[in-house]
């Protein structure tokens, strides 16, 4: 038996540009989609305008230090059953904060189409909610409180939440 009856048609340099084309054009596209879904999903930042943010960092320094300085802690929770979400907010010697105006949002970690803007209301001295149905799942929590409605920022929060599953 010849070889050219095993192998009726040979292998040409057309046929191995083809392959090589094809080969690279998926390549290109796998690669092209997984960019595309990586720059579109995720900013990469965690604030509306990072470098602007980076200009005024010696400003964010000096607003951590006046909060620092307020030595207020705050706590967060979310009562699933009351569909509630609770800020708690004590000062250095553990006194409650009150009238504050506590405005903020509630987001998911890795996505934001589930983010939203909150604001709470005093519920009892020192204490502030906001009424929502959350589902289960980790969230991420962010809230800047001011000493009225207007003026400026005295404390900022960033707090991780997890919702159990179930009431």
Same mark, same amino acid.
């Given at each position: 038996?010849?070889?050219a $009856?095993? @192998?009726?048609?040979?292998?040409?340099?057309? =046929?191995?540009?083809?392959?090589?084309?094809?080969?690279?054009? &998926?390549?290109?596209?796998?690669?092209?989609? /997984?960019?595309?879904y990586?720059?579109?999903? @995720?900013?990469?930042?965690?604030?509306?305008?990072?470098?602007?943010?980076?200009?005024?960092?010696?400003?964010? /320094? %000096?607003?951590?230090?006046?909060? %620092?300085? /307020?030595?207020?802690?705050?706590?967060?929770?979310?009562?699933?059953? %009351?569909?509630?979400?609770?800020?708690?907010?004590?000062? !250095?010697?553990?006194?409650? &904060?009150?009238? /504050? !105006?506590?405005?903020?949002?509630? $987001?998911?970690?890795?996505?934001?189409?589930?983010?939203?803007?909150? $604001? @709470?209301?005093?519920?009892?001295?020192?204490?502030? &909610?906001?009424?929502?149905?959350?589902?289960?799942?980790?969230? &991420?929590? !962010?809230?800047?409180?001011?000493?009225?409605?207007?003026?400026?920022?005295? =404390?900022?929060?960033?707090?991780?939440?997890?919702v159990?599953?179930?009431?």
């Open positions: 038996m010849s070889t $009856a095993r @192998f009726p048609r040979t292998v040409t340099g057309r =046929h191995v540009l083809l392959g090589l084309i094809a080969f690279f054009g &998926v390549m290109f596209l796998a690669n092209g989609l /997984l960019v595309y990586a720059v579109s999903t @995720f900013s990469g930042g965690d604030r509306p305008d990072p470098y602007r943010s980076g200009l005024n960092y010696n400003e964010t /320094l %000096a607003e951590d230090e006046r909060q %620092a300085a /307020l030595g207020w802690d705050a706590r967060a929770g979310y009562d699933g059953k %009351a569909q509630r979400l609770t800020l708690q907010f004590t000062d !250095s010697a553990e006194a409650p &904060v009150s009238g /504050l !105006s506590i405005t903020g949002t509630l $987001a998911r970690p890795a996505e934001n189409w589930e983010d939203r803007s909150i $604001a @709470f209301r005093e519920w009892s001295e020192g204490v502030y &909610v906001s009424d929502m149905a959350l589902e289960p799942g980790n969230w &991420v929590l !962010s809230v800047e409180s001011a000493e009225s409605k207007d003026g400026p920022t005295v =404390h900022r929060l960033k707090k991780r939440l997890i159990p599953e179930g009431p």
